[in-house]
């Protein structure tokens, strides 16, 4: 996803394409794994930025909207997030000990998944699975 398709979601929502969303944009291209808000800040003031925190916070919305991002919740209660990369879905087992966080990939599951929405007349456009327990360190 480009810059140019950000700006036109952005205008299309009634709001200013600004140098600070697009400081955003840019660093959350860059990122790889997981990140949370304040991970995103700190990168973006570490290399000069004057993004606000209340920028950061209202447009992570916007990028999980558009689809190139999405929030995965973690033990300490609040949201993280990861870019979303086409055909590499992936799922979470998390850790409710140390917070770790485990992505997986199962066929099976993603079989089971669609045979459900066809049975229901369901039409699936994306999913989030998270599993919570304790990983082999932490049991």
Do not use: W
């Not at 003031?45 to 992570?60: C, D, E, F, I, P």
């Not at 990369?85 to 979470?92: K, Q, V």
């Not at 669609?114 to 599993?131: G, M």
Request: with cysteine; hydrophobic share 30%.
């Amino acid at each position: 996803m480009d810059r140019g398709f950000f700006q036109e979601f952005i205008l299309s929502k009634g709001l200013r394409s600004t140098k600070k969303r697009n400081e955003i944009f840019d660093e959350v291209m860059e990122i790889e794994g997981h990140f949370d808000l304040d991970e995103l800040y700190m990168r973006l003031k570490q290399k000069g930025s004057k993004v606000s925190r209340a920028s950061v916070y209202r447009t992570l919305p916007l990028l999980v909207e558009i689809g190139l991002i999405e929030e995965v919740e973690r033990v300490d209660k609040h949201a993280h997030y990861e870019r979303v990369r086409t055909g590499s879905h992936h799922d979470h087992m998390i850790c409710l000990k140390c917070g770790k966080v485990i992505e997986f990939y199962s066929p099976t599951l993603e079989t089971l998944q669609d045979e459900l929405c066809e049975r229901e007349n369901f039409k699936k456009v994306r999913h989030n699975l998270e599993i919570y327990g304790y990983c082999k360190d932490c049991k």
